[in-house]
T-cell receptor, first 113, second 110 residues
Framework: NAGVTQTPKFQVLKTGQSMTLQCAQD?????MYWYRQDPGMGLRLIYY???????DKGEVPNGYNVSRLNKREFSLRLESAAPSQTSVYFC????????????FGSGTRLTVV | RKEVEQDPGPFNVPEGATVAFNCTYS??????FFWYRQDCRKEPKLLMS???SGNEDGRFTAQLNRASQYISLLIRDSKLSDSATYLC???????????FGAGTILRVKS
């Protein structure tokens, strides 16, 4: 009963380094999302994937890329990390039937120095 | 203007108190509405959906006023365990993504 699994849980990067945040869900959900959460800002949508094979920009996509590898996995890549990308990153997924709540992963705390 | 606005608080209340949070949203075409709860350093979790007729789940009551674009959450008989951040969340008109308010902090004291 894993739900949404994110890795890593914590990461420290130097400015200019790259990394990929991994997300996988085992609920057969079609839609997946990447959010960042900063103090006083709430969660802001970076990218989302409405279904396997499609991705779309959200509110704050600059500096990020995504890949919907298959129905289960949706990764977020930082090509050249900047201190402004220090944040907590949450992945979420949503099914299409019934209600529209999201299931979130436990988050990745990223610090860029 | 933010798409979803909430009073950030914090609301400091004694155990047993009744507390109400309000939220306004800017997109009149929004379809669905939710309250999420987020504990410190944890992921958000769905607390309850908000229906046009209002709905109740135990000590929690949610109301929606579409004309005023206003959502509320009432917590009765507050418990220490209710201490958390409460996020007002709105589903956009195309039904494909949620927009989150910045959250209201609740601290329940003994």
């Amino acid at each position: 009963n894993a739900g949404v699994t994110q890795t890593p849980k914590f990461q420290v990067l130097k400015t200019g380094q790259s990394m990929t945040l991994q997300c996988a869900q085992d609920m057969n959900h079609n839609s997946m999302y990447w959010y960042r959460q900063d103090p006083g800002m709430g969660l802001r949508l970076i990218y989302y994937s409405a279904s396997e094979g499609t991705t779309d920009k959200g509110e704050v996509p600059n500096g990020y890329n995504v890949s919907r590898l298959n129905k289960r996995e949706f990764s977020l890549r930082l090509e050249s990390a900047a201190p402004s990308q220090t944040s907590v990153y949450f992945c979420a997924s949503r099914g299409t039937a019934g209600w529209y709540g999201y299931t979130f992963g436990s988050g990745t705390r990223l610090t860029v120095v | 203007r933010k798409e979803v606005e909430q009073d950030p608080g914090p609301f400091n209340v004694p155990e047993g108190a009744t507390v109400a949070f309000n939220c306004t949203y800017s997109n009149s075409a929004s379809q669905s509405f939710f309250w999420y709860r987020q504990d410190c350093r944890k992921e958000p979790k769905l607390l309850m959906s908000v229906y046009s007729s209002g709905n109740e789940d135990g000590r929690f009551t949610a109301q929606l006023n579409r004309a005023s674009q206003y959502i509320s959450l009432l917590i009765r008989d507050s418990k220490l365990s209710d201490s958390a951040t409460y996020l007002c969340v709105v589903m956009g008109e195309y039904g494909n993504k949620l927009v989150f308010g910045a959250g209201t902090i609740l601290r329940v004291k003994s």
